[in-house]
């Protein structure tokens, strides 16, 4: 499976536009892009998953370009609320989240 | 929306006693997982269920451990002799496959 890399913190104030940066150098063409929100003491929250271009949800955006060895979580107008970590996660396209391997996320801190 | 539930919130078990984590996942759900996460670390991928077997298990899920689909609605994860090691969350997720996991609220298991 896919290695992934991303920054270890962030901070922004509330109103901004957040985006997350996901390097995953290794990844095979049946990959997909996945992440997850966490906050302290409870479970991984899906948030968006991508193939390729862009995805948009009601919470945020993914971009991936086309080479597929990064993607940008892209959160708007950020809230206290958004205060989390944020991990970025390769799939495969059968067998579920088997061996899925979260790295160490991304601690997005948001500043009144 | 639907959810996975895990029981109990919190367990606490001397060193050596025999622990039995509880989860539902959500119903229509064809994998399942056991992830753990000790304090302040990384969410690890413990096993993973499909089929009625397992499907996948990381160095972690060593002999100490087994994972059961008793009937149709619950799975469960038992610890044999549990280590001061073995303290962190578990949590439980399920999912139709490679999209969207859902994960439970955790189970805290505290070893002393």
């Known amino acids: 499976l896919a290695k992934t890399t991303q920054p270890i913190s962030m901070d922004s104030y509330e109103g901004q536009e957040v985006n997350i940066t996901c390097s995953h150098n290794?990844?095979?063409?049946?990959?997909?892009i996945t992440w997850y929100q966490q906050f302290p003491s409870q479970g991984p929250r899906f948030i968006i998953q991508?193939?390729?271009t862009k995805v948009t949800n009601e919470v945020a955006s993914l971009f991936i370009p086309a080479d597929r060895k990064s993607s940008t979580l892209s959160l708007p107008r950020v809230s206290l609320s958004d205060t989390a970590v944020y991990y970025c996660?390769?799939?495969?396209?059968?067998?579920?989240?088997?061996?899925?391997?979260f790295g160490t996320g991304t601690k997005l801190q948001v500043i009144p | 929306e639907p959810e996975v539930t895990q029981t109990p919130s919190h367990q606490v078990t001397q060193m050596g006693q025999e622990v039995i984590l509880r989860c539902v996942p959500i119903?229509?759900?064809?994998?399942f997982y056991w992830y753990r996460q000790i304090l302040g670390q990384k969410v690890e991928f413990l096993v993973s269920?499909?089929?009625?077997?397992?499907?996948?298990k990381s160095e972690i899920f060593d002999d100490q451990f087994s994972v059961e689909r008793p009937d149709g609605s619950n799975f469960t994860l038992k610890i044999r002799s549990t280590k001061l090691e073995d303290s962190a969350m578990y949590f439980c997720?399920?999912?139709?496959?490679?999209?969207?996991?859902?994960f439970g609220q955790g189970t805290r298991l505290t070893v002393v």
């Open positions: 991508g193939y390729k």
């Open positions: 996660l390769v799939v495969k396209d059968s067998g579920g989240y088997q061996k899925v391997t």
């Open positions: 119903s229509n759900h064809l994998y």
């Open positions: 997720a399920s999912s139709e496959g490679e999209l969207e996991a859902f």
């Open positions: 290794n990844i095979a063409t049946n990959d997909y």
């Open positions: 269920f499909y089929n009625n077997e397992i499907s996948e």
